[in-house]
């Protein structure tokens, strides 16, 4: 065999070879990633780019292991390679995923421009009705910002720690700073500690840093979290991975859905753990809170009818112990991302966690009114570019906590508690807006008088339209049907219906209205009749000024509702100057205002002109009496005059 020959044989064998190596590493990673041991398919995939391999699909995924793993910075950079791959197939959710780590990097107009992007990619998405509807969320979020005082807890450790409850004198909360040496208390996804319950101390100086297990009946192999206490302390509602024997148990893709367990304390230990029965071996069941009667349990579920990844449900929970159906919330609460970690305060306040909302970043708290389910983002100090979840409050003490993964904690996730400075400001209200027209012409209506009227016949409100004929007023989250009556002199009353559905603002409302069927009498100037301003000129000019068109546009509509009438166009100016030279001005200003009806249509055989330069004063500023430029302007006037 020449040396040819063998160098041929030998460079087909190693790339084969690298080829298959290639192919097993992307399959290794594949398997992790589909597994959700995404801690591990980051470092495969990882490896695989530092090896010069590149392909849509690994920045997807390892866009999406970031993501999932809240590393916002590392999934953006993903993303953006992703975006930047020629004809890469980029489903719609990509575009969202990218525009939510652009938040965490606090580059928000970028992340506008590719919510924008989502918005052509996708139609009725939720997410894009609530960014429309909220397009200048910073400034909303603003609003709401500066309401507490934070504080990391002295709980803490270099695990994770959230989900805090409340128990009593004791905050029961969820952690991970268990052992992580052995590896069968690992979890593949973050390569972080099984979570366990535990419970600390609470005082007026803080949480205790000796916290406990809340109980070895509880703590299994498996992630314990998000706790509900009954009022009476009897009856504990909690979070655990789906387990037979106290470990996990799996689906047929190697998944441990999350159930809600309930438990009965007996001599002070916790018992009869039993799990609820909607959960589900297909679906998770997570994190559940009770109302303050007890009779209600809301939790965070991707049971079919959800609307995106998790939502948030509600049960009724029966005097015998047993359930009604769990309903969905619906979607001005849900969306298609997550929504999580509820809270449910005595007076019908539902906070939760959410990245499908306009937020600042990562997970944001928000919080709704149960009446009418409007949701408004709390805003800073408890929201950061960062993950901010599983919030609690006392609303008597005005204090409670939250988690965050946000920078300078102790661990990845850290337990803050908080005081409440001022209240939140979480009435719904929407706006309405609209402009009030004449019917036939479309000259906007300055100053007329409007009552906003609901179907009772009650009146709502009492507003005038601006100068410009815009009117807008703020009114409540209450859907129904309602009506705007409109009054103006010389015009026909008329009314616009509109309706108020899904809290949604109403924009754009146009009433018009039509002139009254009688006509002027002989010998009225229409600039009274119709109460509009009289058409003024600048000193020693003729020429029509910007103002005196609106003027002018009224006396048009006028005259074209009513094509029997003529007009004398009669001009006036002040006392300065000669007398023949104001007879001159004021005449050219006389052809000046009917050359401008003329030019807009108005026959000229319905108008006349006449120039009466300075012999009918409308004040006392004759020769030689000395008077402002305000009261001079008074006298260099138009009047139109009906003479038919």
Not at 137 to 151: A, D, F, M, V
Request: charged residues 30%; aromatic residues 10%.
């Amino acid at each position: 065999m020449n040396n040819k020959l063998k160098y041929i044989i030998l460079s087909a064998l190693l790339a084969s070879s690298l080829a298959i190596g290639q192919t097993l590493k992307e399959k290794k990673a594949e398997d992790n990633f589909e597994n959700y041991a995404y801690a591990k398919a980051i470092d495969s995939y990882e490896d695989l780019v530092k090896d010069g391999y590149t392909s849509e699909q690994i920045y997807k995924n390892l866009g999406n292991a970031n993501y999932h793993n809240a590393n916002y910075a590392e999934a953006s950079e993903w993303y953006r390679k992703l975006h930047q791959l020629e004809d890469a197939t980029i489903e719609p959710d990509y575009l969202y995923r990218y525009s939510q780590t652009l938040k965490s990097l606090e580059r928000y107009s970028e992340s506008d421009y590719w919510m924008e992007k989502f918005k052509e990619a996708t139609s009725n998405d939720i997410r894009v009705s609530k960014f429309e509807k909220n397009k200048n969320y910073l400034e909303k979020i603003k609003e709401q910002s500066g309401r507490y005082i934070i504080n990391n807890e002295a709980l803490n450790s270099k695990g994770s720690d959230f989900a805090p409850s409340y128990y009593g004198e004791e905050l029961v909360f969820s952690t991970a700073r268990d052992s992580g040496i052995i590896a069968k208390s690992v979890h593949a996804w973050n390569r972080k500690s099984f979570l366990n319950l535990y419970k600390t101390k609470i005082s007026e100086e803080g949480t205790s840093k000796n916290s406990k297990k809340l109980s070895r009946n509880l703590n299994k192999k498996t992630h314990e979290s998000s706790t509900a206490f009954t009022k009476d302390g009897q009856t504990l509602y909690f979070t655990r991975n789906n387990s037979k024997r106290g470990k996990f148990s799996r689906d047929i893709k190697g998944v441990s859905r999350l159930k809600i367990y309930r438990a009965t304390l007996e001599n002070g230990d916790w018992v009869n753990i039993t799990e609820l029965p909607f959960n589900s071996d297909d679906y998770s069941v997570a994190h559940p809170t009770l109302s303050a009667d007890d009779k209600k349990l809301y939790f965070s579920s991707d049971m079919p009818g959800t609307y995106g990844l998790s939502d948030i449900f509600v049960v009724d929970i029966n005097e015998d112990g047993t359930f009604g159906e769990p309903k969905n919330l619906g979607n001005r609460i849900n969306t298609e991302a997550r929504e999580t970690f509820p809270f449910i305060t005595p007076s019908n306040i539902l906070y939760f966690a959410s990245d499908g909302h306009p937020g600042l970043g990562g997970l944001d708290v928000f919080a709704a009114t149960l009446q009418d389910s409007y949701v408004v983002n709390i805003g800073a100090p408890v929201n950061t570019k960062q993950d901010d979840f599983s919030f609690i409050i006392n609303e008597e003490k005005k204090e409670g906590y939250f988690a965050s993964n946000r920078k300078g904690g102790v661990g990845s996730d850290d337990i803050y508690s908080f005081k409440q400075t001022t209240p939140l400001e979480i009435d719904c209200n929407l706006q309405v807006s609209g402009v009030v027209k004449d019917e036939k012409t479309g000259a906007l209506l300055p100053n007329t008088k409007l009552r906003i009227v609901n179907s009772k016949g009650n009146v709502l409100k009492e507003i005038e339209s601006d100068d410009r004929g815009s009117f807008s007023f703020e009114e409540k989250c209450q859907d129904g049907d309602y009506t705007i009556e409109a009054t103006r002199a010389y015009y026909e009353p008329g009314n616009k219906f509109f309706a108020i559905a899904n809290s949604e603002d109403v924009m754009g409302v146009e009433v018009l209205l039509g002139m009254e069927k009688k006509v002027a009498p002989l010998g009225t100037d229409l600039t009274k009749y119709l109460n509009l301003e009289p058409i003024y000129f600048d000193l020693d000019k003729s020429f029509i000024r910007a103002d005196a068109r609106r003027t002018l546009e009224k006396v048009l509509g006028y005259m074209n509702a009513n094509p029997s009438v003529k007009i004398d166009v009669r001009s006036h100016t002040d006392s300065r100057s000669s007398k023949a030279y104001n007879d001159s001005l004021s005449m050219r200003r006389a052809k000046a205002t009917v050359a401008y009806l003329v030019s807009k249509g108005i026959n000229p055989s319905r108008l006349s002109g006449n120039g009466y330069g300075e012999r009918e004063l409308t004040n006392e500023c004759e020769d030689l009496v000395p008077c402002s430029e305000g009261r001079h302007q008074m006298n260099r006037r138009s009047e139109f005059i009906v003479v038919k």
